[in-house]
C-alpha cells in the first residue's frame, strides 16, 4: 500500500497548529485557504484519521495529532537538514541527531561526547529530549527519536537494550547527620530517619522498591517528590535523608551533602542505549552512538557533578 502526500501537506499541517488556525496558516504559506485545506484533507487520508478538529473558533488537534506532531516536525527536520547538506560538497557534514535521556544521564553522559563529537562534525545538531524514564521509552518507540538512554526494564517487545554501565543507588545526607560518620551502611541503618523519596511514577523507586522487598525493608518515607534535585534541595536543608543513584549526586566537593555506599546488597539501577529493534540509525546517529559506547561502556567511574 501507497502512501501519498507531499512534504508541503506536512509544512501546512505544522503551520495550521504552530499559527493556530488556518488563516494566519494559509498567509504564511502564500496560498489560499482552500488550497491548504485541500493539502490538510489529502495528510488525513493518507493517514486515515483526523489530525485537526475545526471549529468555528478555533483548531485544535486530535489524539491522532498530537502523536503524529512530534515525527512530522522530526521529518522536516531531516529532510530541511538532508536538501541543505547537498548544497555543501566535499568535507563538510550536517544532519540532526535527536534522542531522549533520562535527565541525571543527561547531564553526565552526554556535554563531553557532544563536545568530542563536534570537533570532528561541527554542522551537526542536537535535539536532546531530557525525559523521563517511561517517556523516554514511549519517545524511542514512537520514532520521535533515533535512541534513548535510559533504565533497564522495558517490556516493549520491538525496543532493544545495550548496557553501559550500572550506576548503584547511594545515601545522601547533611555532613551533620549521624549516618555521614559510618564509611558504609546497610539497608536496615536508615530505618528510622526522616526519608525523602521520589514518586512511584519514577523508574528508580520502582527499581529501589523491588530490590527492598525481596531483602524485607521497608523504608517509610516522609516526603515524596517529583525529581531527584528537589529530593536534594530537602536533605540539604536537614529535613531528611535520601537514597539516589550516584549519578544523581552533587559529588565529593559538595560543601553540605555527602554521601555513603549502602551494602547488603549493593542495589543499582543498570543505564543503556535503547533502540527500535531492526531500524537502522542514520549515518551521523550511528557515528554519535559509537563514540558514546566507546566513551561510557563500562564501571562507573567516580564524579563530582550536580544534577
Same mark, same amino acid.
Given at each position: ?30 496560498? +489560499? ?11 488525513? #487520508? ?41 548544497? &555543501? ?18 547531564? @553526565? ?11 570532528? @562534525? ?32 522495558? +517490556? ?19 555532613? &551533620? ?10 539497608? *536496615? ?19 529501589? &522498591? ?5 531483602? *524485607?525493608?521497608?523504608? &517509610? ?7 531527584? +534535585?528537589? +529530593? ?61 559506547? #566507546? ?13
Amino acid at each position: 500500500m501507497s502512501i501519498n502526500f507531499e512534504a508541503l501537506d506536512l509544512r501546512a499541517f505544522i503551520s495550521v497548529v504552530e499559527l493556530g488556525g488556518f488563516h494566519r496558516a494559509a498567509e504564511a504559506l502564500n496560498m +489560499s485557504q482552500p488550497a491548504l485545506s485541500r493539502r490538510i484533507q489529502r495528510l488525513e #487520508g493518507a493517514i486515515g484519521a483526523a489530525l485537526l478538529e475545526r471549529t468555528t473558533r478555533r483548531v485544535a488537534l486530535t489524539m491522532v495529532g498530537r502523536e503524529m506532531l512530534p515525527l512530522v516536525r522530526r521529518m522536516l527536520d531531516e529532510f530541511d537538514t538532508s536538501i541543505f547538506a547537498m548544497r &555543501d560538497l566535499g568535507s563538510r557534514r550536517a544532519g540532526l541527531i535527536a534522542l531522549a535521556c533520562v535527565p541525571t544521564a543527561a547531564f @553526565y553522559f552526554l556535554p563531553s561526547v557532544i563536545a568530542r563529537f563536534q570537533t570532528q @562534525y561541527p554542522n551537526i545538531r542536537f535535539r536532546i529530549l531530557d525525559l523521563s524514564a517511561n517517556d523516554g521509552l514511549e519517545a524511542v518507540a514512537r520514532g520521535e527519536v533515533e535512541f534513548g538512554i535510559n533504565l533497564i526494564g522495558g +517490556s516493549d517487545g520491538e525496543l532493544t537494550f545495550e548496557p553501559l554501565i550500572d550506576d548503584p543507588f547511594v545515601l545522601a545526607c547533611r555532613h &551533620d547527620h549521624t549516618l555521614a560518620g559510618r564509611s558504609s551502611l546497610n539497608w *536496615g541503618d536508615l530505618e528510622g530517619h526522616p526519608l525523602v523519596t521520589v514518586s512511584r511514577s519514577s523508574g528508580n523507586r520502582a527499581i529501589l &522498591d523491588a530490590a527492598l522487598v525481596k531483602i *524485607g525493608v521497608r523504608l &517509610d518515607w516522609s516526603f515524596e517528590v517529583t525529581h531527584l +534535585s528537589t +529530593s536534594l534541595g530537602l536533605v540539604e536543608a536537614g529535613l531528611g535523608i535520601s537514597v539516589l543513584p550516584k549519578l544523581a549526586t552533587p559529588g565529593e566537593n559538595h560543601p553540605i551533602i555527602v554521601t555513603r555506599p549502602i551494602h547488603d546488597p549493593e542495589v543499582s539501577r543498570t543505564i543503556g542505549v535503547v533502540r527500535r529493534r531492526g531500524v537502522k540509525l542514520a549515518p551521523a546517529a550511528e557515528r554519535f552512538l559509537e563514540m558514546l559506547l #566507546g566513551t561510557w561502556r563500562g564501571p562507573l567511574p567516580a564524579h563530582g557533578t550536580t544534577t
